[in-house]
Protein backbone atom coordinates (compact mmCIF):
# COMPACT_ATOMS: atom_id res chain seq x y z
CA UNK A 1 0.00 0.00 0.00
CA UNK A 2 1.69 2.80 1.48
CA UNK A 3 5.52 3.81 2.01
CA UNK A 4 5.33 4.39 5.67
CA UNK A 5 8.08 6.33 8.27
CA UNK A 6 7.67 3.53 11.25
CA UNK A 7 9.99 6.07 13.64
CA UNK A 8 6.69 7.10 15.49
CA UNK A 9 5.13 3.77 16.71
CA UNK A 10 1.59 5.36 17.45
CA UNK A 11 0.89 6.66 13.83
CA UNK A 12 3.33 6.06 11.56
CA UNK A 13 2.87 9.20 8.68
CA UNK A 14 2.43 8.48 5.11
CA UNK A 15 4.94 9.63 3.29
CA UNK A 16 4.62 7.96 -0.43
CA UNK A 17 1.29 6.47 -2.10
CA UNK A 18 2.48 3.25 -3.59
CA UNK A 19 -0.59 1.76 -4.96
CA UNK A 20 0.22 -1.59 -6.66
CA UNK A 21 0.04 -1.10 -10.92
CA UNK A 22 -0.63 2.25 -10.30
CA UNK A 23 1.92 5.41 -10.87
CA UNK A 24 1.60 9.14 -9.61
CA UNK A 25 0.80 10.97 -12.34
CA UNK A 26 2.94 13.96 -10.51
CA UNK A 27 4.09 14.35 -7.06
CA UNK A 28 3.76 17.87 -5.61
CA UNK A 29 5.40 18.82 -2.30
CA UNK A 30 2.42 17.30 -0.54
CA UNK A 31 0.16 15.55 -2.90
CA UNK A 32 0.27 12.66 -4.92
CA UNK A 33 -2.05 12.90 -8.40
CA UNK A 34 -3.58 9.83 -10.32
CA UNK A 35 -4.99 10.67 -13.61
CA UNK A 36 -7.89 8.82 -14.21
CA UNK A 37 -8.65 9.54 -17.65
CA UNK A 38 -11.37 12.54 -17.27
CA UNK A 39 -10.80 12.73 -13.36
CA UNK A 40 -7.54 13.21 -10.99
CA UNK A 41 -7.47 11.60 -7.42
CA UNK A 42 -5.69 13.73 -5.48
CA UNK A 43 -3.76 12.38 -2.24
CA UNK A 44 -2.56 14.43 0.87
CA UNK A 45 0.15 12.75 2.35
CA UNK A 46 1.84 13.58 5.61
CA UNK A 47 4.70 14.60 4.20
CA UNK A 48 5.83 18.43 5.06
CA UNK A 49 8.31 21.09 3.48
CA UNK A 50 9.56 24.27 4.94
CA UNK A 51 11.91 26.50 3.47
CA UNK A 52 11.07 24.77 -0.32
CA UNK A 53 12.17 21.45 0.83
CA UNK A 54 10.03 18.51 1.75
CA UNK A 55 11.45 17.48 5.37
CA UNK A 56 13.23 13.95 6.28
CA UNK A 57 9.52 13.36 8.48
CA UNK A 58 6.42 13.53 8.12
CA UNK A 59 3.39 14.70 10.28
CA UNK A 60 1.09 11.69 11.35
CA UNK A 61 -2.75 12.76 10.15
CA UNK A 62 -1.50 15.73 8.49
CA UNK A 63 -2.67 14.73 4.88
CA UNK A 64 -6.24 13.69 6.37
CA UNK A 65 -6.41 17.33 8.00
CA UNK A 66 -5.51 19.31 4.61
CA UNK A 67 -7.78 16.80 3.01
CA UNK A 68 -10.72 16.94 5.70
CA UNK A 69 -10.48 20.27 6.25
CA UNK A 70 -10.38 21.73 2.45
CA UNK A 71 -13.58 19.37 2.16
CA UNK A 72 -15.14 21.67 4.83
CA UNK A 73 -14.35 24.81 3.34
CA UNK A 74 -15.41 23.64 -0.83
CA UNK A 75 -18.93 22.80 0.94
CA UNK A 76 -19.30 25.67 2.89
CA UNK A 77 -18.32 28.20 -0.01
CA UNK A 78 -20.12 26.55 -2.81
CA UNK A 79 -22.36 29.27 -3.09
CA UNK A 80 -19.54 31.72 -3.51
CA UNK A 81 -17.68 29.53 -6.33
CA UNK A 82 -17.63 26.35 -7.75
CA UNK A 83 -15.31 23.80 -6.88
CA UNK A 84 -13.45 20.26 -8.87
CA UNK A 85 -14.61 18.21 -5.76
CA UNK A 86 -16.46 15.27 -7.58
CA UNK A 87 -16.38 12.88 -4.54
CA UNK A 88 -14.07 11.71 -1.22
CA UNK A 89 -15.76 8.42 -0.96
CA UNK A 90 -13.45 6.04 -1.99
CA UNK A 91 -16.28 3.44 -3.27
CA UNK A 92 -17.10 5.94 -6.11
CA UNK A 93 -13.60 6.38 -7.28
CA UNK A 94 -12.49 4.72 -10.59
CA UNK A 95 -11.05 1.32 -10.68
CA UNK A 96 -8.32 -0.02 -9.31
CA UNK A 97 -8.12 2.97 -6.85
CA UNK A 98 -11.43 1.43 -5.03
CA UNK A 99 -9.07 -1.65 -3.53
CA UNK A 100 -7.27 0.92 -1.97
CA UNK A 101 -9.49 2.44 0.90
CA UNK A 102 -7.27 1.52 4.09
CA UNK A 103 -4.79 4.04 2.21
CA UNK A 104 -7.29 6.31 0.62
CA UNK A 105 -10.13 7.05 3.43
CA UNK A 106 -9.67 10.64 4.51
CA UNK A 107 -6.57 12.13 3.12
CA UNK A 108 -7.94 11.88 -0.60
CA UNK A 109 -10.84 13.41 -3.24
CA UNK A 110 -11.54 12.63 -6.89
CA UNK A 111 -11.44 15.70 -8.30
CA UNK A 112 -12.82 17.40 -12.20
CA UNK A 113 -9.59 18.25 -14.30
CA UNK A 114 -9.09 22.04 -15.40
CA UNK A 115 -6.41 23.94 -16.63
CA UNK A 116 -4.78 25.69 -13.52
CA UNK A 117 -4.35 29.19 -13.50
CA UNK A 118 -0.53 30.16 -13.54
CA UNK A 119 -0.67 32.43 -10.81
CA UNK A 120 -1.66 31.91 -6.73
CA UNK A 121 -4.53 34.38 -5.71
CA UNK A 122 -3.52 35.60 -2.22
CA UNK A 123 -5.42 37.69 0.09
CA UNK A 124 -3.67 39.18 3.15
CA UNK A 125 -5.86 40.55 6.01
CA UNK A 126 -2.68 41.31 8.31
CA UNK A 127 1.12 42.07 7.48
CA UNK A 128 3.20 39.49 7.63
CA UNK A 129 5.34 36.84 6.63
CA UNK A 130 7.01 38.15 2.59
CA UNK A 131 4.14 41.39 2.63
CA UNK A 132 5.75 42.08 5.92
CA UNK A 133 9.40 42.29 4.13
CA UNK A 134 8.44 44.10 1.47
CA UNK A 135 6.68 46.32 3.10
CA UNK A 136 9.92 47.06 5.42
CA UNK A 137 11.88 47.60 2.36
CA UNK A 138 9.61 49.60 0.05
CA UNK A 139 6.16 50.72 2.39
CA UNK A 140 4.06 48.79 -0.35
CA UNK A 141 3.02 44.84 -0.75
CA UNK A 142 3.07 43.62 -4.13
CA UNK A 143 2.46 47.49 -5.95
CA UNK A 144 -0.35 48.32 -2.83
CA UNK A 145 1.11 51.30 -1.09
CA UNK A 146 0.24 50.53 2.78
CA UNK A 147 -0.09 53.54 5.45
CA UNK A 148 3.55 54.32 7.03
CA UNK A 149 3.80 52.84 10.82
CA UNK A 150 2.40 49.67 10.39
CA UNK A 151 3.87 47.06 12.59
CA UNK A 152 4.98 43.22 12.19
CA UNK A 153 1.32 41.60 12.12
CA UNK A 154 -0.72 45.01 12.11
CA UNK A 155 -4.26 44.57 10.72
CA UNK A 156 -4.66 46.06 7.20
CA UNK A 157 -6.92 49.17 6.82
CA UNK A 158 -8.90 46.66 4.79
CA UNK A 159 -7.91 43.08 3.17
CA UNK A 160 -5.73 43.49 0.11
CA UNK A 161 -5.27 40.13 -3.19
CA UNK A 162 -1.68 39.98 -3.87
CA UNK A 163 -1.08 37.63 -6.58
CA UNK A 164 2.33 35.42 -7.18
CA UNK A 165 3.70 33.60 -9.42
CA UNK A 166 3.70 29.67 -8.84
CA UNK A 167 7.42 28.28 -8.79
CA UNK A 168 8.03 24.84 -9.95
CA UNK A 169 10.53 25.25 -7.33
CA UNK A 170 12.06 27.73 -4.94
CA UNK A 171 10.03 30.38 -3.14
CA UNK A 172 6.70 32.06 -4.72
CA UNK A 173 7.85 35.44 -6.17
CA UNK A 174 5.11 38.07 -5.31
CA UNK A 175 4.12 40.12 -8.24
CA UNK A 176 1.59 43.10 -9.01
CA UNK A 177 -1.90 42.67 -10.24
CA UNK A 178 -0.72 44.53 -12.95
CA UNK A 179 1.64 42.08 -13.58
CA UNK A 180 -0.93 39.04 -13.43
CA UNK A 181 -2.49 40.43 -16.11
CA UNK A 182 -0.07 40.92 -18.11
CA UNK A 183 0.30 36.49 -17.26
CA UNK A 184 -3.43 35.71 -17.43
CA UNK A 185 -5.16 38.96 -19.06
CA UNK A 186 -6.69 41.18 -16.99
CA UNK A 187 -10.43 40.53 -17.37
CA UNK A 188 -9.39 36.83 -15.56
CA UNK A 189 -7.22 38.60 -12.88
CA UNK A 190 -10.29 41.08 -12.02
CA UNK A 191 -12.45 38.02 -12.07
CA UNK A 192 -10.24 35.72 -9.64
CA UNK A 193 -9.03 39.21 -7.23
CA UNK A 194 -13.26 39.28 -6.73
CA UNK A 195 -12.98 35.47 -5.78
CA UNK A 196 -10.85 35.75 -3.68
CA UNK A 197 -11.63 38.61 -1.31
CA UNK A 198 -15.32 36.98 -1.17
CA UNK A 199 -13.69 33.81 -0.13
CA UNK A 200 -11.27 35.43 2.35
CA UNK A 201 -14.15 37.63 3.91
CA UNK A 202 -16.15 34.32 4.60
CA UNK A 203 -13.36 32.33 5.55
CA UNK A 204 -12.06 34.95 8.19
CA UNK A 205 -15.23 35.84 9.14
CA UNK A 206 -16.23 31.80 10.00
CA UNK A 207 -12.52 31.56 11.58
CA UNK A 208 -13.09 34.61 14.02
CA UNK A 209 -15.93 33.29 15.12
CA UNK A 210 -13.82 29.73 16.51
CA UNK A 211 -11.81 32.79 17.86
CA UNK A 212 -9.00 32.43 15.70
CA UNK A 213 -7.28 34.73 13.09
CA UNK A 214 -6.93 34.01 9.29
CA UNK A 215 -4.30 36.03 8.78
CA UNK A 216 -4.07 35.55 5.23
CA UNK A 217 -4.21 32.36 2.67
CA UNK A 218 -3.96 31.81 -1.04
CA UNK A 219 -6.07 29.75 -3.14
CA UNK A 220 -6.12 28.31 -6.92
CA UNK A 221 -8.03 28.35 -9.74
CA UNK A 222 -8.62 26.46 -12.27
CA UNK A 223 -10.72 26.63 -15.65
CA UNK A 224 -12.91 24.65 -16.85
CA UNK A 225 -13.40 23.96 -21.00
CA UNK A 226 -16.10 27.05 -21.41
CA UNK A 227 -13.98 29.07 -19.58
CA UNK A 228 -15.38 29.18 -16.00
CA UNK A 229 -13.02 29.89 -13.35
CA UNK A 230 -13.42 27.31 -10.57
CA UNK A 231 -11.37 26.96 -6.94
CA UNK A 232 -9.36 23.85 -6.93
CA UNK A 233 -6.35 22.21 -4.76
CA UNK A 234 -6.45 22.75 -0.91
CA UNK A 235 -8.42 25.68 0.47
CA UNK A 236 -7.71 27.57 3.89
CA UNK A 237 -5.56 24.93 5.39
CA UNK A 238 -2.79 24.81 7.94
CA UNK A 239 -0.71 24.53 4.90
CA UNK A 240 -1.80 27.12 2.48
CA UNK A 241 -2.81 30.02 5.50
CA UNK A 242 -1.63 31.73 8.76
CA UNK A 243 -4.10 30.84 11.53
CA UNK A 244 -3.41 32.74 14.70
CA UNK A 245 -5.37 32.01 17.88
CA UNK A 246 -7.13 35.54 18.53
CA UNK A 247 -6.52 34.99 22.52
CA UNK A 248 -2.59 35.57 22.01
CA UNK A 249 -2.65 37.96 19.34
CA UNK A 250 -0.37 40.78 19.81
CA UNK A 251 1.06 42.76 17.06
CA UNK A 252 4.16 44.02 16.90
CA UNK A 253 6.24 40.72 16.07
CA UNK A 254 5.30 37.41 14.73
CA UNK A 255 2.62 35.59 16.12
CA UNK A 256 1.66 32.18 17.47
CA UNK A 257 0.53 30.14 14.86
CA UNK A 258 -1.83 26.84 13.97
CA UNK A 259 0.78 25.87 10.64
CA UNK A 260 4.08 24.72 10.51
CA UNK A 261 6.21 28.04 11.51
CA UNK A 262 6.78 25.57 14.90
CA UNK A 263 8.54 23.36 12.43
CA UNK A 264 10.73 26.25 10.59
CA UNK A 265 11.40 28.45 14.08
CA UNK A 266 12.90 24.30 14.81
CA UNK A 267 15.01 24.55 11.75
CA UNK A 268 16.29 28.11 12.50
CA UNK A 269 17.20 27.04 16.18
CA UNK A 270 19.32 24.27 14.83
CA UNK A 271 21.04 26.13 12.10
CA UNK A 272 20.12 24.22 9.52
CA UNK A 273 21.71 25.43 5.89
CA UNK A 274 18.46 25.09 3.91
CA UNK A 275 20.68 22.76 1.90
CA UNK A 276 20.23 19.13 1.07
CA UNK A 277 20.53 17.29 3.14
CA UNK A 278 17.73 17.25 4.51
CA UNK A 279 17.08 16.92 8.34
CA UNK A 280 14.93 14.74 10.06
CA UNK A 281 12.69 16.61 13.08
CA UNK A 282 12.76 14.88 16.49
CA UNK A 283 9.59 13.45 18.11
CA UNK A 284 8.48 16.07 20.06
CA UNK A 285 8.56 18.87 17.07
CA UNK A 286 6.53 16.52 15.11
CA UNK A 287 3.90 15.66 18.06
CA UNK A 288 3.02 19.49 18.82
CA UNK A 289 3.17 20.32 15.05
CA UNK A 290 0.44 17.54 14.86
CA UNK A 291 -1.22 18.63 17.29
CA UNK A 292 -1.66 22.51 16.19
CA UNK A 293 -2.93 21.49 12.80
CA UNK A 294 -5.22 18.74 14.80
CA UNK A 295 -6.71 21.98 17.17
CA UNK A 296 -7.50 24.24 13.76
CA UNK A 297 -9.03 21.55 12.60
CA UNK A 298 -11.24 20.73 15.10
CA UNK A 299 -11.91 24.61 16.03
CA UNK A 300 -12.51 25.33 12.62
CA UNK A 301 -14.83 22.17 11.82
CA UNK A 302 -16.40 21.21 15.05
CA UNK A 303 -15.80 18.05 14.73
CA UNK A 304 -13.08 14.95 15.18
CA UNK A 305 -10.87 14.13 12.16
CA UNK A 306 -12.62 10.97 10.24
Excluded at 25 to 30: D, M, S, T
Excluded at 81 to 106: I, M
Excluded at 128 to 138: D, I
Aim: hydrophobic residues 35%; glycine residues 8%; neutral net charge.
Amino acid sequence: MGKEDTRLPFAAPLLETRLDGLTPHRQGKVRDLFDCGDTLVLVATDRISAFDYVLGSGIPDKGKVLTQLSAFWFNRTQSLVDNHVLSLDVGEYPEPLRHYSATLNGRSMLVRKTNPVPIECVARGYLSGSGWKEYVATGQVCGIPLPSGLRESDRLPEPIFTPATKATSGHDINISESDAGRLIGPDLVRRLRELTMRLYGAGSRHAESCGIILADTKFEFGLLPNGEAILIDEVMTPDSSRYWPRAQYAPGGPQPSFDKQYVRDYLEQIRWNKQPPVPALPDDVVLRTRDKYLEAFRRLTGSELQ
